[in-house]
Structure formats: structure tokens, C-alpha cells
């Protein structure tokens, strides 16, 4: 079992940025590929960012790219987000996923290829 616990979202004007951080306990960190997702009011849950187990891959929803970096200490057992020039339609909640993964340096972008789940931290950007 994983437990993860996001934290660093708030209300941001547009251009703004936050980092949003995700902590990690139970498992050896190092074997889990990581990523965020987000879910807007009235909107599915959608992917934004993933990295690898090693921290040797990452990918990213097109409209974030150049905006949003991944990143994670593995010896902090946290992943981060890093979130620049962001938009009104960035808001939503945010949350992190983790899954076990034989292969390093894999990433994925399905929700459902993630088996534990953060609780989400609100991301507000206002115009």
C-alpha cells in the first residue's frame, strides 16, 4: 500500500505560479512511476504530467508543456510539480498517482494505469 498526500495548491492570479508536492509513504518510493492528473468542475479527471520510476523520462499534456515540470526526490520519497504562467483553465484539483512499475523508465498516461491516488489539491487561477 501507498499513501500519498498533496499539498502547495491555493488561489494564483493568471501568470502566476505554484509548486504543488506530493508525499510518499509505505512502499520504497523508488519502484513507483509517479504523475499528476487534474479534474475540473463539470470535466473528467485528465492527465497532466507523469515521470518515470528513475526520473529518467517525464510527458506532459500538450497544453501544459513549457509551462508545468515533473520532477521527484527520491530520497524525500516526494514528487513535485512545478506550474508557471498559469491560466485560468489550469484550475481544478489536482491530484497525484502512483503505480509499481518493473520497468524504470516507463512513464503513463492513463488514468487507470495507476493503482493509489492522492486526495487532491485545489488549484485556483484567477483572471
Known amino acids: 500500500q501507498v499513501q500519498l498526500v498533496e499539498s502547495g495548491g491555493g488561489l494564483v492570479q493568471a501568470g502566476g505560479s505554484l509548486r504543488l508536492s506530493c508525499a510518499a509513504s509505505?512502499?520504497?518510493?523508488?519502484?513507483?512511476?509517479m504523475g499528476w492528473f487534474r479534474q475540473a468542475p463539470g470535466k473528467e479527471r485528465e492527465f497532466v504530467a507523469a515521470?518515470?520510476?528513475?526520473?529518467?523520462?517525464?510527458y506532459y499534456k500538450d497544453s501544459v508543456k513549457g509551462r508545468f515540470a515533473i520532477s521527484r526526490d527520491n530520497a524525500k520519497n516526494t514528487v513535485y510539480l512545478q506550474m508557471n504562467s498559469l491560466k485560468p483553465e489550469d484550475t481544478a484539483v489536482y491530484f497525484c498517482?502512483?503505480?509499481?512499475?518493473?520497468?524504470?523508465?516507463?512513464?503513463?498516461?492513463?488514468?487507470?494505469?495507476?493503482?493509489?491516488w492522492g486526495q487532491g489539491t485545489q488549484v485556483t487561477v484567477s483572471s
Open positions: 498517482a502512483a503505480r509499481y512499475t518493473a520497468y524504470s523508465g516507463s512513464v503513463y498516461s492513463m488514468s487507470g494505469s495507476y493503482a493509489y
Open positions: 515521470i518515470s520510476a528513475n526520473a529518467s523520462s517525464t
Open positions: 509505505g512502499r520504497p518510493f523508488s519502484s513507483y512511476a
